[in-house]
């Protein structure tokens, strides 16, 4: 990879069904006005961070191993680098930031974890599309 890549992708509203998809069932969902947003840059390792300032260094450990993915600082962003695993990932810096789906008074209610795994996979992949990222 060289320069830099910026990718979004669109929260979600559940207007119907929330509790229904623990279980399975089919939810109703819009796309909302806020956006997680992706920037990806040429590094020397892979390093990734979320709305927290600090950078995490993801080792081999949380690529393979179900422990170290649960106890690391971004295990959304991991997991989402354990499906393009097979892509063979450069070293890059990846940020992730949802602070769209917040305001003064907190956090507005709205989806950002799948936003912000779509613009991650998006970032890394130009040529992706959502069948690359579902579990």
Avoid: I
Avoid at 26 to 46: F, G, I, T, Y
Avoid at 57 to 70: G, I, Q, W, Y
Avoid at 94 to 105: C, G, L
Wanted: hydrophobic share 50%; aromatic share 2%.
């Amino acid at each position: 990879m060289s320069g830099r890549v910026v990718a979004s992708a669109p929260g979600k509203l559940v207007l119907v069904g929330e509790y229904a998809v623990v279980d399975g069932r089919p939810a109703v969902v819009a796309a909302v006005d806020r956006r997680a947003v992706c920037v990806v840059e040429a590094a020397d390792e892979l390093r990734v961070r979320g709305n927290d300032p600090r950078w995490t260094p993801v080792s081999a450990a949380m690529l393979d191993d179900d422990t170290a993915l649960a106890t690391c600082e971004q295990p959304l962003l991991v997991a989402v680098l354990r499906r393009l695993r097979a892509r063979a990932l450069e070293p890059v810096r990846a940020s992730v930031s949802t602070t769209s789906f917040s305001s003064d008074a907190g956090k507005l209610g709205l989806g950002s974890s799948a936003a912000a795994a779509v613009a991650f996979a998006r970032a890394l992949l130009p040529g992706a599309t959502l069948d690359d990222v579902h579990t």
